[in-house]
């Protein structure tokens, strides 16, 4: 069984689309984030949610939405799509996020092209 | 502003040798975890370090926790094609969000 699953793997379109990346994990955790990564592999976090509320956003565009209907899942909604928007974006989970540094479970990321 | 720095960059060698990837920051972290990357996944998890001065060993894997809490090292024995991957490192701050380096992309040649 697949810990964090994301949907869809590959994800091209044109920009100004709006376009939405889902993310669910089966681990029971509290705690979700998503992460973008750029070509250069530097790994930045956007968001982080525990127990489906935001807790934090790293400066994102507001054209990203988060959305957790559920402890179990954490979707992305992008609006009004750029260039500069494509890279690898990973969700994440851990049980709780502690300061001592609780396990991170990464999904398998979904890679957007905007052309 | 990069909070944590890695290096090298780029690392390639032949298996069996011996190599150390650094993690810097000016920053101090509550912990600091270092990940392995491989193409087309997710960074996975290869150990935490909480206390300064740590060391923790997994195999042929020893990682080092600065005394200040602010660098950590990763140092590989032996290096065999199976550690080829991108290594990160990651600091937490606070509870809810982790910096991660810039990188080390390990290529070990048989």
């Known amino acids: 069984d697949t810990a964090v699953s994301q949907t869809p793997k590959y994800l091209v379109t044109q920009m100004g689309n709006d376009k939405s990346i889902k993310c669910e994990q089966n681990l029971g955790h509290d705690t979700m984030y998503w992460y973008k990564q750029d070509s250069k592999k530097f790994l930045k976090i956007m968001f982080s949610y525990n127990n489906k509320e935001l807790i934090i956003n790293e400066t994102v565009p507001n054209r990203f939405s988060p959305k957790s209907p559920d402890k179990a899942h954490l979707n992305l909604h992008i609006n009004s799509l750029e260039l500069g928007d494509s890279a690898v974006y990973f969700c994440a989970s851990s049980q709780v996020a502690s300061g001592s540094g609780d396990t991170q479970y990464f999904g398998p990321g979904t890679r957007l092209t905007v052309l | 502003t990069q909070l944590l720095e890695q290096s090298p960059q780029f690392l390639s060698i032949q298996e069996g040798e011996n190599l150390t990837v650094y993690c810097n920051s000016s920053?101090?972290?509550?912990?600091l975890q270092w990940y392995r990357q491989e193409p087309g996944e997710g960074p996975v998890l290869l150990v935490t370090v909480v206390t300064g001065g740590e060391v923790k060993k997994l195999k042929r894997l020893t990682f080092q926790f600065g005394d200040a809490r602010k660098d950590s090292s990763l140092h590989i024995t032996a290096a065999q094609p199976g550690d080829t991957g991108l290594y990160l490192c990651a600091g937490a701050r606070g509870t809810y969000k982790y910096i991660f380096g810039t990188g080390t992309r390990l290529k070990v040649l048989a």
């Open positions: 920053s101090v972290f509550s912990s």
